[in-house]
C-alpha cells in the first residue's frame, strides 16, 4: 500500500466531521431570524472582573456565521474590542461544534451546525479590562456597568432589529440596578428582561451597584425620567432637594424645547466614582454617564461636569431619534457614514450648553466662561489650515480616541465643540434676520418633534437641515453652512458669539472654569501664553503647534525640571511667566527628556493670558436671552 492510499480513510474521517463551513460574511437580509436567542449574562466574578456567557441559539443544520459586533452605538466608530472576546465553544446537542474566524472580516466566526441540531449552544466570556491601559473599567467591588455590545454574538444574515433575543443577567448578591431594559422577572439574583429585538437590546446598557439609589424626575409623567445612581460609597448618593430639582426641570426645559418623546421611560445611569470608568454615552432611551465622586457632596467644585446629562439627555432627540442617513446600518458591522456628526454632535453639545443654564445646573456666569474657554481652544487650533472642520468627522474611524500627539495641529472630533459655534451662528443669524421672533428652538421644535412617542429612527440628510431652517427663517443656509464646514480660516467660527454681543478677551486672571479646568485635569494651564500644559511633576502634557513652546523645541516627551533654577511646580513657572513681562530676561527652563537634560530659553513677554468673554459695547445680548429658561 502506498503512502498515499494509506492516508485514504484518515481524508474520508476528517470529511465526515462536521466542520467550520468557509464562505463569505452572508449580507443582512430584512426578514426575521427563526426563533428566540436566550442570552445569559453571568457578572458575578467582581474580583477578576469578569463577564461569562451562555447562549442558546435557535439554528438549523448547515453553513451559520456569527458576529461580535464592531461598530458601536454613539462610538461613531469600529471600536469594540475584539480581543477582550475569549473562551468561545460552541456545542450541539451536547457535542463540540468547531469554528473559525473569517481571514478578512475577524469580527465574523463561521460553523457548521451539524445534523438533527435545532439549538447551538456557545459559552465564551468577556475579560474586562483589568486597568486603564487596556480599556476603560467597567467592573469594580461596587460597580459594574453592562454594554451588550461586549457581551453578545448574533448571526449574520439579518437586519439587526428582526433578531429577537431574552437576555437575562445574574447580579452579585444584593445588588440593584438600573436600565432602560424592562424586566419580565426577578428570581433572587437573577434578572429575566422580556424578549425585545437586537437593535434595541444593543442600545439598552444597565449600571448595576452595591450602592444604588432611584429618583424620579418626572413625576406622574406618561413617559417618566429616572436618574439612577450608583457610587463607591453610600454617602456619595445623597443629593440635596435643589440639586434634585435641577435635574428636574432640566427635563421639563427640554420637554419645551423639543415639544415631544421618544421613549417610553429614559433612564439616566449615573456612576459616580474613582475606580470605574468615566463615560458619557448616548442612547436612544438611556445615556451612560460616569463622573467622579462629588457630583452631589461636593456641587459648587463640579459645575463644569454638569453639561454631560443635558448633553447626553438630548441626543434621546438628536442622534438617536433623528439620526444622519449615514446612520441608517442594518447592524453593527456594517461601517456607519459619519458626514453630518457636525449635527448630530455638533447641535447637541450646543443644546447641552443651553439646557445645563437654562435647568440652572450651571449659572450663566458658567456657562459664559465655558463658553471663553472653548472659544479660545478653537481659536488657536493651527491645524485648521490644513483641515476643514468637515473632515474631523471621520476622527473617530481615524483615529478611534487614541492620545494625539500634536493634537492642536492634527485635531481630533473638533466636530463636538466648533460645530456648537456653528450652531450658535446659525441661533444668532435667525434672532437676527427674524427681528428676535425666531431663533433655533423653534428648529428644535419642528425638526425633532416629528412622530411624537414614536421609536423608529428618522433619518435626514443635509438637504434635509438646510430645508428645516428656511421654514424657519428664510436665508441661503447651504453655503453659510459649508463655508464654515470646509473653509480654512485662521481662527474658530466666532461670528455667532460676536452677533450674541459677546467677544472672546485675555486677562491674567482665570476664571473660575479655568481653575476647575485645572484642578480636575491635575495640570498648569500655560496654553495662551507659553503654548503649552505642564503636569503637576513637570511632564509636558501637550504643546501647540507654532507656539513660543513649539518653536522653543519642547513636546509633550519632555518633563520640566526647573524653572530659572528653581525646582519646578506650576505656582513657580507662572511667578515667572509674570516676572518676564516687566523684564527683558528669558524665562530658563532645565528639560529632561529621556535620560537627556538641556536647557531651553523662552523669549516671552506677554504675561499669563486667559480666557473671558466681556460684552460688546452698544450691542444686543442674545447669549442671555438665548440661556434664558423657555416658559
Known amino acids: 500500500m502506498t503512502s498515499k492510499l494509506k492516508l485514504l480513510p484518515l481524508v474520508a474521517l476528517l470529511a465526515s466531521l462536521a466542520l467550520p463551513a468557509r464562505a463569505d460574511v452572508p449580507a443582512p437580509v430584512d426578514q426575521p431570524y427563526p426563533g428566540t436567542i436566550v442570552l445569559k449574562v453571568d457578572a458575578t466574578n467582581l474580583s477578576q472582573q469578569i463577564f461569562r456567557m451562555k447562549m442558546s441559539i435557535p439554528v438549523k443544520p448547515g453553513p451559520l456565521t456569527l458576529l461580535y459586533p464592531q461598530w458601536l452605538p454613539a462610538n461613531h466608530g469600529p471600536n469594540n474590542i475584539l480581543s477582550q472576546l475569549a473562551g468561545l465553544k460552541f456545542t450541539g446537542n451536547g457535542k463540540p ?8 472580516n475577524v469580527f ?7 445534523q438533527g441540531v435545532s439549538t447551538l449552544e456557545a459559552e465564551y466570556q468577556f475579560l474586562s479590562p483589568l486597568d486603564g491601559s487596556q480599556g476603560r473599567i467597567t467592573m469594580t467591588n461596587d460597580i459594574l456597568g453592562v454594554q451588550w455590545p461586549s457581551v453578545t454574538l448574533y448571526p449574520a444574515g439579518y437586519v439587526a432589529r428582526r433578531i429577537t433575543v431574552q437576555p437575562s443577567l445574574t447580579l452579585p448578591e444584593g445588588w440593584q440596578y438600573g436600565s432602560a431594559l424592562e424586566a419580565s422577572a426577578r428570581n433572587g439574583n437573577e434578572v429575566v428582561f422580556k424578549p425585545l429585538d437586537l437593535e434595541t437590546l444593543i442600545d439598552s446598557p444597565l449600571f448595576a451597584g452595591r450602592y444604588f439609589k432611584r429618583i424620579d424626575l418626572d413625576p406622574g409623567a406618561k413617559a417618566p425620567v429616572f436618574l439612577n445612581i450608583v457610587a463607591d460609597n453610600a454617602e456619595s448618593l445623597e443629593a440635596k432637594p435643589e440639586q434634585i430639582e435641577a435635574h428636574r426641570t432640566l427635563v421639563k426645559q427640554a420637554a419645551k424645547l423639543f415639544n415631544s418623546h421618544h421613549y417610553n421611560h429614559y433612564d439616566f445611569l449615573l456612576a459616580l466614582s474613582e475606580d470605574f470608568g468615566g463615560i458619557g454615552r448616548e442612547h ?16 459648587a467644585k463640579n459645575e463644569a461636569v454638569r453639561d454631560l446629562l443635558p448633553h447626553e439627555y438630548t441626543h434621546s432627540w438628536d442622534g438617536k431619534f433623528r439620526r444622519p442617513a449615514g446612520q441608517n446600518v442594518p447592524d453593527f458591522n456594517t461601517p456607519l457614514q459619519n458626514e453630518l456628526l457636525w449635527v448630530y454632535e455638533g447641535q447637541t453639545e450646543y443644546w447641552g450648553k443651553v439646557l445645563g443654564a437654562r435647568s440652572g445646573l450651571i ?9 471663553a474657554a472653548m472659544a479660545a481652544l478653537y481659536d488657536n487650533v493651527q491645524g485648521r489650515s490644513w483641515r476643514a472642520l468637515q473632515d474631523t468627522v471621520n476622527d473617530s474611524i481615524i483615529n478611534g480616541r487614541r492620545p494625539l500627539g500634536w493634537r492642536n495641529w492634527q485635531r481630533a472630533e473638533d466636530y463636538y465643540v466648533e460645530g456648537m459655534f456653528v450652531w450658535l451662528d446659525v441661533d444668532t443669524k435667525i434672532r437676527e434676520m427674524s427681528g428676535e421672533k425666531h431663533s433655533l428652538d423653534d428648529f428644535a421644535r419642528a425638526f425633532y418633534s416629528i412622530n411624537d412617542g414614536s421609536f423608529l429612527p428618522a433619518f435626514y440628510t443635509f438637504d434635509d437641515v438646510v430645508a428645516a431652517l428656511n421654514k424657519v427663517q428664510p436665508f441661503d443656509w447651504a453655503p453659510f453652512l459649508r463655508a464654515r464646514l470646509d473653509g480654512h480660516a485662521s481662527g474658530a467660527p466666532l461670528d455667532g458669539l460676536a452677533r450674541a454681543g459677546w467677544k472672546l478677551v485675555y486677562s491674567d486672571k482665570p476664571s473660575d472654569y479655568s481653575k476647575s479646568a485645572d484642578e480636575q485635569s491635575k495640570t498648569t494651564s500655560f496654553a495662551y501664553s507659553l503654548g503649552m500644559t505642564v503636569k503637576a511633576d513637570g511632564g ?9 513652546a513649539f518653536r522653543a523645541g519642547l513636546a509633550a516627551n519632555s518633563t520640566i525640571v526647573a ?15 509674570k516676572a518676564a513681562k516687566d523684564g527683558k530676561d528669558p524665562i530658563v527652563l532645565l528639560v529632561k527628556q529621556g535620560t537627556n537634560y538641556r536647557t531651553i530659553s523662552l523669549d516671552y513677554h506677554g504675561g499669563l493670558r486667559y480666557p473671558h468673554l466681556e460684552r460688546i459695547a452698544g450691542s444686543k445680548d442674545r447669549l442671555t436671552a438665548i440661556l434664558k429658561p423657555l416658559k
Open 108 to 114: 465574523a466566526f463561521h460553523l457548521t451546525v451539524p
Open 563 to 577: 524653572v530659572n533654577n528653581r525646582a519646578y511646580k506650576g505656582e513657580v513657572l507662572k511667578a515667572a511667566v
Open 540 to 548: 509636558v502634557a501637550a504643546v501647540n503647534w507654532d507656539s513660543v
Open 97 to 104: 461544534v468547531e469554528w473559525t474566524r473569517d481571514p478578512v
Open 284 to 299: 436612544h432611551q438611556s445615556s451612560e454617564n460616569g463622573v467622579k465622586p462629588g457630583y452631589f457632596t461636593e456641587w
Open 363 to 371: 449659572a450663566e456666569k458658567g456657562t459664559q466662561e465655558e463658553f
